[in-house]
């Protein structure tokens, strides 16, 4: 992050629905974001988008059964 704040996060599935939104307060330089309760979703392709400070960023993530 480029300062201190409040960056919103969205994980989408790949039909654009919203998985889950929650709000993190960030300090200025790298940080480490947790989603909880996310176990329960199937295996697929997720995007995860940081929206701070009026911009956007997408990464894709990929769910994976480990055994």
């Known amino acids: 992050a480029s300062g201190n704040g409040t ?3 969205t994980l989408v599935d790949l039909y654009g629905r919203v998985i889950r939104r929650q709000q993190q307060q960030v300090t200025q330089g790298y940080n480490t974001v947790t989603m909880f309760g ?3 979703l199937p295996v697929a392709t997720y995007a995860l988008q940081i929206q701070y400070n009026n911009q ?3 990464e ?3 769910k994976v059964n480990v055994q």
């Open 7 to 9: 960056a919103i996060l």
């Open 38 to 40: 996310l176990s329960g």
């Open 56 to 58: 956007l960023v997408s």
């Open 60 to 62: 894709k993530m990929v």
